[in-house]
């Protein structure tokens, strides 16, 4: 089997340690690497296949993090694309004593993925796509990307993989 591509978003998790309490309450956090699609690229390296990511971060120190977290975990990240524009998406979570999760995005790099960022990527390298669907219905670049490596991996007769963890929250 040749490598699979996972699209989306990588980004900084800031998880609320202060258990039970919702994000109006909390006051301590610790920093992990995220993003689902991030997640099961990391996932089919530490299994023993071949993924390579792609996304956008920031040039900032939780970009910095997240590329350096993804080459330990054997993901290929020359796909990982850099924004000087724009930072690193961080998301902030809680677990509230019910199980449910209480979150707040603060969008950056990872929705600013243009069809251009794509141009050099080969498609018959890969065997399979996986598209992550948090940033898949977010209007701007990203949509287009999804949209345009979709398009083209259909054309290819590819086997498509699509998350449907979708969230509608207020970001900015």
Known sequence: MRKILCIGEALIDMICTDKGKPLTEGDHFLKKAGGAPANVAAAIAALGGEADLVAKVGIDPFGQHLADMLDDMGVGTQFVFRDKENFTTI???????????????????????????????????????????????????????????????????HFISFDPNYRKRQCF
Request: proline share 1%; no cysteine.
């Open 91 to 157: 998301a902030f979570v809680s677990l509230m004593e019910n199980g449910e999760r209480d979150f707040y995005f603060n969008r950056g790099a990872d929705g600013q993925l243009s069809v251009s960022d794509l141009s050099n990527i080969d498609l018959s390298a890969y065997s399979l796509l996986h598209f992550g669907s948090a940033t898949a219905f977010l209007n701007g670049p990203l949509q287009q990307s999804y949209i345009h490596l979709l398009s083209e991996a259909r054309k290819q007769g």
